[in-house]
């Protein structure tokens, strides 16, 4: 591997990666994915894919994935399980040192995507994986028949929050402002679901709970005033999932790649970023909309930018 001189290395097996692995290995480009945990990225933990056209109802984000995966395996793209700790992108090749390994190419498309914002406050970490989560698809079934919390009025939380009624006995949104922020067409959804409550103008300050969380504290965005709210003594436990957004996956590229403030990559609209042979596609980069549908774009883009510098490198 360490000789090995790929045309192009993908960083990332999101969407956007494997629609690049996809188009690079179909251009006969020797292609390497490196993915450090399993395929699909954040579609990988979404229960219902139903705004990427073609996919109907009943498509799940693992099996969207997993199909995306093999498509591109088909035509010859390489994967490889590995965290990335470095790129060095200066010469015209690209060294990836991952924790397993060195990998070399001609050409990189980052595709790194962006993970889970925490909410940061008391008693979160210590209780994540302990009624904390921040994927419904993953724990949504540990809590059937109980009571869930759904922070955020995003998409995601709004689009989670319908999902775990699936489960839960009761679903309550809390979000910090009086305005839910998600699509509307998503809004009437989860207002016509008699299982969800809404608490507004809500911040959660503090999780507590031996073990299970047990206790909830509220914080009033208007008025500073904090509320405790426990577990039914039937249930003894409450489910807390938190979708408030994302941080992109960049700290890895140190300051070679321009970013902007929050972190993610810009590009040109042909996914260039500021590094000759380097480009970005997906999440992990600046951009007016985060879908599967947009993320799939920028990986063809991408590809098929990155085989034309591979090309013109060649001579
Ligand atoms: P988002 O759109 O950034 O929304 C984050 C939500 O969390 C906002 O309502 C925000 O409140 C709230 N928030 C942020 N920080 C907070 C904090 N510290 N404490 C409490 N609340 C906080 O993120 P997202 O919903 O995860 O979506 C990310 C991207 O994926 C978006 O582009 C979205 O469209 C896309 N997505 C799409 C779908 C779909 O189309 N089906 C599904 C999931 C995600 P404010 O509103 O007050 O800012």
């Known amino acids: 591997m360490k000789n090995h001189i790929y045309d ?40 219902e894919v139903d705004n990427y056209p073609g996919s109907m109802e009943n498509a799940t984000g693992p099996g969207l994935s997993e199909r995306m995966k093999q498509q591109a395996e088909e035509f010859g793209a390489e994967f490889v399980t590995d965290e990335v700790l470095k790129v060095s992108v200066k010469e015209d090749i690209k060294m990836v040192e991952g924790t397993m390994n060195e990998y070399k190419a001609r050409s990189l498309i980052i595709a790194a995507g962006a993970l889970p914002k925490t909410i940061g406050c008391e008693g979160e970490k210590e209780h994540i994986g302990q009624g904390v989560s921040y994927c419904a698809t993953c724990d949504g079934s540990f809590f059937s028949s109980l009571e869930v919390f759904v922070v955020g009025g995003g998409d995601a939380a709004v689009e989670e929050a319908v999902f775990l009624t699936k489960f ?7 979000h910090r402002r009086d305005a839910l922020r998600a699509a509307k067409s998503l809004q009437e959804k989860a207002f016509k679901n008699e299982k969800i409550e809404f608490r507004f103008n809500s911040v959660v300050e503090e999780i507590k709970g031996e073990g299970a969380v047990e206790t909830i504290v509220f914080k009033d965005t208007v008025s500073g005033e904090l509320t405790e709210y426990n577990a039914d003594p039937k249930d003894g436990i409450i489910g807390v999932f938190i979708f408030i957004g994302y941080t992109p996956n960049t700290k890895f590229l140190g300051n070679v790649i321009k970013t902007d403030s929050s972190g993610y990559i810009m590009t ?9 042979g380097v480009f970005a596609a997906g999440d992990i980069r600046v951009k007016p909309l985060r879908q599967v549908v947009t993320a799939v774009s920028d990986g063809a883009v991408a590809a098929v930018e990155a085989e034309k510098y591979v090309e013109r490198m060649n001579g």
């Open 8 to 47: 192009v290395i993908i960083l990332g097996a999101g969407p956007a990666g494997l629609s690049a692995g996809l188009y690079a290995a179909r251009a006969k480009m020797k292609t390497l994915i490196i993915e450090k945990g399993i395929a699909g990225g954040l579609i990988f933990t979404t229960s």
């Open 168 to 174: 839960a006995r009761k679903v309550t949104i809390v």
């Open 268 to 276: 040109d609209e042909k996914m260039a970023t500021n590094v000759e």
